[in-house]
């Protein structure tokens, strides 16, 4: 049947929110399972023995016998444009920018520096098994086009948008308020909403913004009300004392951002480490999300994130990278250390809880579980192929586990993108480990390769 396709493996997804409970109902695990997909999107899933007899013979399967399907997972903040400076030695936040960010982000005037490095960092996302992502670019409107580009080559869902800066950084990467909404609105009204493409106003954050210029954002989120709001939020205690100064009006840093109608649905905050009660129930009101990133907040020592009071205030939570804050753009690492980071604060991050941060409720703290997030019928076939048995050590601790609660958490705390062996958006390959993307041409099951 043309369109018609369906991957055989043991697939693990959510229904809901898992909450603290191990044994949840509010996933669905099918030891042998079949995943259908038409015209890319999920038409079924369920177990091998009922789905199978209904399969007729000219509807392509893919047998990922041994492998584990989970939804595609989803990085609700991360820079590109520093995926060559991740790693960079010695400092906190406002320094880490001078000395490293803001030098390599310079040279993203150059659109063919800037789409070399798109395509670099869209392919290594999807090595890693994120199929979506909301990315910061830099000031440059070319650095937006680049990824845009990248990500449309590949039908990848994915968000991202110039970013905002008029104060307080180099004179190479400032804009100002006039041309901050002259340029985002050009770039919506180029790329929103093209195929599975979709734009956030990017102020990086309240440091380097004007008031006239968090102004002008304002107006221009309230013309577009379908576009996504991204920047930081009380990532660095030195770097709240900077926004306190700067804005001695406000009570907190978000403050800053509700005053400018920058508070709302579909806008993303990284980080939100030093927020009291007040913000919490500020953030929930307004419909904000917040982006944990547990290995920036590390790398940078700027602190832990309190995933229970976040999420007891009612607020929806998904999981970052934050490359080259960040060390690692695979999920599972990010998880691994989301868990470490939620121990020392005696919080606990069930196995299958990490599963829903990273990818139905990163999609519903980014509003796109209508379309993305769970194999639900009707949704964008974008998922991923996990094969415990790929590095020797993973092997050896999987192999002696029988609960896929157990096998999972194991996997979790070990797997990085060794662990991925092939990622599909909208029922296409894109990634096969030990290939280059591009080599499986499509309607090939990749059983045969
Ligand atoms: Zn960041």
């Not at 013309?223 to 939020?233: A, G, M, Q, R, S």
């Not at 990085?416 to 090939?444: F, H, N």
Request: net charge negative; aromatic share 8%.
């Amino acid at each position: 049947m043309a369109g018609v396709k369906a991957f055989r493996a043991s697939i693990l997804h959510c229904l809901a929110d898992p909450g603290s409970d191990a044994s949840s109902n509010t996933v669905e695990y099918f030891a042998d399972g079949i995943l259908i997909v038409a015209d890319g999107v999920v038409s079924e899933v369920g177990p091998a023995a009922a789905l199978l007899p209904s399969i007729s013979g000219d509807i392509e399967l893919t047998d990922f016998a041994g492998k584990l399907i989970i939804p595609g997972m989803i990085d609700c903040h991360v820079h590109y444009p520093q995926i060559d400076i991740i790693a960079s030695y010695g400092e906190q936040l406002l320094d880490w920018l001078s000395k490293y960010a803001f030098p390599i982000e310079a040279k993203f005037s150059d659109l063919a520096y800037a789409s070399e490095v798109a395509n670099f960092f869209a392919d290594a996302l999807l090595r890693n098994g994120t199929t979506t992502a909301l990315v910061f670019s830099t000031v440059h409107p070319q650095s937006v086009d680049a990824m845009f580009s990248a990500a449309k080559q590949r039908n990848m869902r994915l968000l991202t948008g110039k970013v905002l800066m008029d104060r307080n950084c180099p004179e190479g990467l400032q804009d100002s308020a006039e041309t901050a909404y002259r340029e985002s609105r050009e770039l919506i009204e180029r790329w929103h909403g093209d195929g599975r493409l979709g734009y956030a106003i990017t102020p990086r954050f309240a440091v380097t913004s004007t008031e006239a210029q968090l102004a002008s954002m304002g107006k221009l989120a309230n013309e577009f009300p379908d576009v996504h709001i991204h920047t930081h939020l009380a990532e660095n205690r030195a770097e709240g004392d900077l926004v306190a100064a700067q804005f001695p009006w406000s009570r907190s840093y978000l403050d800053v951002y509700k005053r400018y109608g920058l508070v709302r649905e579909r806008s993303m905050f990284a980080h939100c480490l030093h927020l009291d009660q007040e913000d919490r129930r500020t953030m929930a009101e307004l419909n904000g999300s917040i982006a944990f990133c547990p290995t920036s907040n590390l790398f940078l020592g700027s602190g832990l994130f309190d995933l229970r009071s976040a999420e007891e205030a009612g607020i929806r939570v998904g999981v970052g990278t934050d490359v080259g804050g960040g060390t690692s753009l695979s999920m599972l690492t990010t998880l691994s250390e989301g868990y470490k980071v939620l121990h020392l604060q005696e919080q606990s991050l069930p196995p299958f809880k990490a599963l829903y941060l990273a990818t139905l409720g990163a999609a519903k703290a980014l509003y796109l579980d209508d379309k993305i997030g769970n194999f639900a019928a009707g949704k964008e076939a974008d998922f991923v192929v996990l094969d415990s048995m790929s590095a020797p050590m993973t092997a050896r601790r999987l192999s002696r586990t029988d609960d896929v609660s157990e096998k999972f958490f194991a996997l979790l705390m070990m797997g990085d993108d060794r662990a991925v062996s092939a990622t599909y958006l909208m029922g296409e390959p894109v990634y096969l480990a030990g290939r280059a993307s591009g080599d499986a041409p499509t309607g090939v099951p990749i059983k045969t390769l």
